[in-house]
Nanobody, 122 residues
Framework: QVQLVESGGGLVQAGGSLRLSCAAS????????MGWFRQAPGKEREFVSSISWSGGTTYYTDSVKGRFTISRDNTKNTVYLQMNSLKPEDTAVYYC???????????????WGQGTQVTVSS
C-alpha cells in the first residue's frame, strides 16, 4: 500500500529553520501533485503549500509566502518543505499528501502521511 512518511519536525526557536521531508513509497510519485498541510490544536487542517508533479508550479498560503519553499525530487520520491523565519503560530502537526491536482483543497488529495510535529517557541 502507498506510504507517505514525513520527517524533519522538531522544536525550534522563533526565527529558526526546519526542513521537512516526505518520502513516498509504492506510489508513481512523478504522477502526483504533492501538498503540505498543517493542523494546530483546536483548529482545522489548513493548506500550507503544494507543488505540481513536475515541480513547475507551486502554491503557498499567504501566511508562509516568502518564508517557506516547497520542492521535490522525483528521483528520490521525496517532497520537501524548507521553513525559514519560523514563528510560534507555525506550530502544528504538518502532513504531506499526494493528489492528482495539487491545489489547496484537502479533498483533492488521495494519500496522506501520519504527520510530523513542528513546535516553534517564542
Amino acid at each position: 500500500q502507498v506510504q507517505l512518511v514525513e520527517s524533519g519536525g522538531g522544536l525550534v526557536q522563533a526565527g529558526g529553520s526546519l526542513r521537512l521531508s516526505c518520502a513516498a513509497s509504492r506510489l508513481t510519485f512523478s504522477s502526483y501533485g504533492m501538498g503540505w498541510f498543517r493542523q494546530a490544536p483546536g483548529k482545522e487542517r489548513e493548506f500550507v503549500s503544494s507543488i505540481s508533479w513536475s515541480g513547475g508550479t507551486t502554491y503557498y498560503t499567504d501566511s508562509v509566502k516568502g518564508r517557506f519553499t516547497i520542492s521535490r525530487d522525483n528521483t528520490k520520491n521525496t517532497v520537501y518543505l524548507q521553513m525559514n523565519s519560523l514563528k510560534p503560530e507555525d506550530t502544528a502537526v504538518y502532513y504531506c499528501a499526494a493528489g492528482y491536482r495539487a491545489l489547496g483543497d484537502p479533498r483533492q488529495y488521495v494519500y496522506w502521511g501520519q504527520g510530523t510535529q513542528v513546535t516553534v517557541s517564542s
